[in-house]
T-cell receptor, first 111, second 110 residues
Framework: AQSVTQPDIHITVSEGASLELRCNYS??????LFWYVQSPGQGLQLLLKYFSGDTLVQGIKGFEAEFKRSQSSFNLRKPSVHWSDAAEYFCAVGRGNDMRFGAGTRLTVKP | EAQVTQNPRYLITVTGKKLTVTCSQN?????MSWYRQDPGLGLRQIYYSMNVEVTDKGDVPEGYKVSRKEKRNFPLILESPSPNQTSLYFC?????????FGPGTRLTVT
């Protein structure tokens, strides 16, 4: 069965520090992979997506993610976190109407 | 501006009182869906629609109905809401595999 696991429920980092949010998936076929961000009281905004090709994808707001097929992972990274990055982040995998979301990782940024 | 709109944004109601949450998109997308978001569970799909008059159940359809009479609109109907339907609801539309989300509707059923 298709599933997405975000192992970290809550992460706290200091402003300016690097960030990595983990995402592991189980999917029968080659999946399409997504990261979304949800700021408090807001909807979901697409950060980046991977469909095929280069396994390192660049997104908005300075985020990137790397698809590792052998590890079934699609981890999100940012070299230097800003206070405005505090939000909840969702990994999603799937194709078409078959989309699965992880439970989310809440990011807190310390001054 | 390309967008998905939902109304209302916030709703408090009582058990058993029928309600409808509207969803509209202006991108001429064929595919639309409804999700609910609950703490620790992420987003779970309630219903989806591949096109006008074509709808199907997602992972958690119990207690919900939808209709798709026009391409732009995809309302979510709760015929007899119960407290376990208290949640944050998102509508989304897509063309291909990228989904565009509405701002969400926070529903409280007492």
């Amino acid at each position: 069965a298709q599933s997405v696991t975000q192992p970290d429920i809550h992460i706290t980092v200091s402003e300016g520090a690097s960030l990595e949010l983990r995402c592991n998936y189980s999917y029968g076929a080659t999946p399409y992979l997504f990261w979304y961000v949800q700021s408090p009281g807001q909807g979901l905004q697409l950060l980046l997506k991977y469909f095929s090709g280069d396994t390192l994808v660049q997104g908005i707001k300075g985020f990137e993610a790397e698809f590792k097929r052998s590890q079934s992972s699609f981890n999100l990274r940012k070299p230097s976190v800003h206070w405005s990055d505090a939000a909840e982040y969702f990994c999603a995998v799937g194709r078409g109407n078959d989309m699965r979301f992880g439970a989310g990782t809440r990011l807190t940024v310390k001054p | 501006e390309a967008q998905v709109t939902q109304n209302p944004r916030y709703l408090i109601t009582v058990t058993g009182k029928k309600l409808t949450v509207t969803c509209s998109q202006n991108m001429n997308h064929e595919y639309m869906s409804w999700y609910r978001q609950d703490p620790g569970l992420g987003l779970r799909q309630i219903y989806y629609s591949m096109n006008v008059e074509v709808t199907d159940k997602g992972d958690v359809p119990e207690g919900y109905k939808v209709s798709r009479k026009e391409k732009r609109n995809f309302p979510l109907i709760l015929e007899s809401p119960s407290p376990n339907q208290t949640s944050l609801y998102f509508c989304a539309s897509s063309l291909g595999n990228e989904q565009y989300f509405g701002p969400g509707t926070r529903l409280t059923v007492t």
